[in-house]
């Protein structure tokens, strides 16, 4: 939530929109704004933008913090200029008293990580996906050369988490990575830009059985953050739910893959809450 931006500007509605009114905002900025139809070099950065300012006031909760904290915003803007002139005046300080703390960018620090750690991830991620190119280049003409290429899938599946997890060992951002290459998969599949479709359907099926590995472990640990994980993954679905929005009225129909994984991830949610529970009534 930036409260720098007016997300009601943003989307232009006033701030007493209903929520109907919002989605349709959204919707008539998304099919204008949206990368794949859109022209404008800026077109991505307008169209987060835009997804980002729905997020927020599509959802109750969020939308009632975002407006407090605007208010408080544009009650210190029409303070009273004499406040503000002597407020804004520099206060002598003695140089031995001088702070020497430079500001905080915890926003932009952030941003670099998670890039850093996709660049990291994705470094690993090309040694996997050799692995699956030559993988759908085995012969399985017989029981023998189908056991032989089932072994090698197997020996792909079993070493991919480790090699991510030699990089990053924090499963969202592994997460968000792994949801980030399905996207691009899909993309690639959906358009036909691929030159090893069956490679790319394979990838989407590796995927969700490194996912499955990493959901494995957090159920095994269900008391190491796991509030953090549920929250996260309430959020990545309604992220999918929002992305799903514009893919339809763009494509005219939704995309199965993030139908999909939706449908996967509020599974693993339901998962990981029973499993909390099971291990709540085997300590009592």
């Known amino acids: 939530?930036?409260?720098?931006q007016n997300y009601y500007e943003i989307l232009g509605v006033p701030s007493t929109a209903t929520t109907d009114e919002i989605r349709r905002a959204f919707q008539q900025k998304a099919r204008r704004y949206h990368p794949d139809v859109c022209k404008d070099p800026d077109a991505e950065e307008k169209m987060k933008r835009i997804s980002e300012s729905y997020t927020i006031l599509s959802n109750e909760t969020k939308r009632r913090q975002y407006d407090a904290r605007l208010r408080i915003k544009q009650q210190g803007q029409t303070s009273s200029p004499e406040k503000q002139a002597s407020?804004?005046?520099p206060r002598p300080t003695s140089p031995s008293k001088r702070s020497t703390r430079r500001p905080t960018q915890t926003g932009k620090k952030t941003t670099n990580n998670n890039a850093e750690n996709f660049q990291k991830l994705e470094k690993e991620w090309k040694k996997i996906d050799i692995l699956i190119i030559y993988y759908t280049k085995l012969p399985s003409r017989n029981n023998n050369e189908k056991e032989i290429k089932e072994s090698f899938y197997q020996t792909i599946i079993s070493s991919a988490p480790q090699t991510l997890?030699?990089?990053?060992?924090?499963p969202t951002v592994i997460i968000d990575f792994l949801i980030t290459k399905l996207k691009e998969t899909d993309v690639?599949?959906?358009?036909?830009?691929?030159?090893?479709k069956k490679a790319k359907e394979i990838t989407?099926?590796?995927?969700?059985?490194i996912l499955?590995?990493?959901?494995k472990n957090c159920e095994k640990n269900t008391n190491a953050n796991f509030i953090t994980m549920i929250k996260y993954l309430n959020e990545k679905i309604k992220k999918i739910q929002a992305d799903q929005e514009i893919y339809?009225?763009?494509?005219?129909?939704?995309?199965?893959?993030?139908?999909e994984l939706e449908k996967y991830l509020k599974e693993k949610m339901e998962e990981l809450i029973n499993s909390k529970l099971k291990d709540t009534q085997n300590k009592r």
Do not use: A, C, R, W
């Open 1 to 4: 939530m930036n409260i720098e």
């Open 87 to 89: 407020s804004s005046e």
């Open 165 to 170: 997890y030699t990089q990053i060992s924090d």
């Open 188 to 196: 690639l599949i959906h358009h036909g830009i691929s030159p090893h």
């Open 204 to 209: 989407i099926k590796v995927i969700y059985d």
């Open 212 to 215: 499955d590995d990493i959901f």
């Open 248 to 259: 339809t009225y763009i494509n005219k129909h939704k995309s199965q893959v993030m139908e």
